[in-house]
């Protein structure tokens, strides 16, 4: 199949980078056990050596429709602006997420260097505004860095224009000698990000938070019922701990800060993709960024599957690097018990992502869970031994 989509043959080697993208859905019933929602998997090539350097084949599985539909790219039927925009001279960022985004680089009528994405049409005006609001508030106010000047929106095709910033993803530049001192800069970034005053957002929805914490431990217990008693407990202490959080505790925040949206280009820093930006707890968002390092960069993913690496002590060191300058940023402690809480919460979230996704992976699966069990532990020590 592989070498289908990518033209390949004996006398021509695979393409220059094959992606697949999975996903099951899955709803919970009344009795714990779960109900199929659909899945797709998604096969994606990019060759650059072709008229058409990316090309994906789709296969997506609905119950309700009892059948098993498939679209070759650019015709997915839920994102109408692929197939008018993918034409032109564009440069298609992997992963394209089927029925949800793609995001690419082409130009403006005039030339100007830009970022197009394309998404529903029901959603795309909700995210351009948000694109706007952010826009101008950075332009109002000092701060560490720049984001994306909205270029444009077409509502009907759902596709939306960015100005294009430069600079390297922070993925690719962290190292095992500079990621201290890289993520201490993003420390406080962060800080100035949870500051700016964007006005008319939605609230975080916390309870929405607290119910997919629940699908989400039953999902990897499913998956893995030898978790259960350990996963149930955890959930039992969450929910004993769960924060105390009043209007007052909201800020700004950026609703995916991760490497990924971090742009360096020397001493000039970018922040992008505001899509799904909200008004909610910044502890919420410190510790998503803690627990996403160690699936979205390279450096410390590597070493997190490596059996024969250590424990992941620069991770832990990285970390304490990144809320040093959050926190010298913000010229105050935050409430790390409360950092602690989110984070438990997310390495439970991002374990049921990775089984979502059909990217388990043995060794990083039970560093998780032993990660997951030891924070645990110093949350119950944290709140005087509660059991």
């Given at each position: ?23 099951i859905r899955g ?86 260097p830009a970022i ?200 832990e060191q990285a ?69």
């Open positions: 199949m592989y070498r289908l989509l990518a033209g390949a043959s004996p006398d021509r080697p695979l393409a220059d980078s094959i992606h697949v993208h999975s996903l709803e919970l019933t009344a009795d714990r056990g779960w109900t199929l929602e659909g899945f797709h998997t998604s096969l994606q090539v990019r060759d650059a050596s072709r008229r058409r350097p990316f090309r994906a084949l789709t296969f997506l599985y609905a119950p309700e429709a009892g059948r098993v539909d498939c679209w070759e790219f650019p015709h997915d039927p839920f994102l109408p602006g692929l197939a008018s925009f993918f034409q032109a001279d564009v440069d298609v960022f992997l992963p394209y997420v089927p029925r949800r985004r793609l995001t690419f680089r082409t130009r403006m009528a005039d030339g100007t197009g994405k394309v998404v529903r049409p029901s959603t795309v005006a909700d995210i351009y505004d948000r694109q706007v609001k952010v826009s101008a508030a950075v332009k109002a106010a000092p701060t560490t860095f720049a984001v994306a000047r909205p270029l444009g929106i077409n509502m009907t095709e759902g596709v939306f224009f960015q100005e294009l910033r430069p600079g390297t993803e922070l993925t690719h530049l962290l190292d095992q000698d500079n990621c201290r001192d890289l993520l201490r800069a993003v420390g406080r970034i962060h800080r100035d990000l949870h500051g700016l005053n964007v006005p008319d957002l939605p609230a975080w929805n916390f309870s929405k938070y607290l119910q997919r914490l629940v699908t989400y431990v039953e999902w990897i217990s499913f998956l893995r019922p030898d978790q259960r008693p350990v996963l149930d407990g955890v959930r039992d202490l969450l929910f004993r701990q769960v924060p105390d959080l009043t209007p007052a505790d909201y800020a700004f925040c950026h609703g995916d800060f991760s490497c990924h949206q971090l742009l360096t280009d020397g001493d000039r820093w970018s922040v992008v993709d505001f899509d799904g930006c909200v008004r909610g707890d910044p502890h919420f968002e410190i510790a998503k960024l803690i627990a996403s390092l160690k699936y979205n960069v390279p450096l410390f993913r590597d070493r997190f599957r490596d059996p024969a690496q250590p424990e992941p002590d620069l991770l970390c304490a690097s990144y809320l040093q300058g959050y926190e010298e940023q913000a010229q105050h402690t935050m409430n790390r018990t409360r950092i602690l809480w989110y984070r438990i919460a997310w390495e439970v979230h991002h374990l049921a992502r990775r089984l979502k996704r059909d990217q388990f992976h043995p060794v990083a699966f039970d560093r998780a869970i032993a990660l997951i069990g030891d924070l645990s532990e110093q949350l119950r020590r944290d709140q005087g031994g509660d059991s």
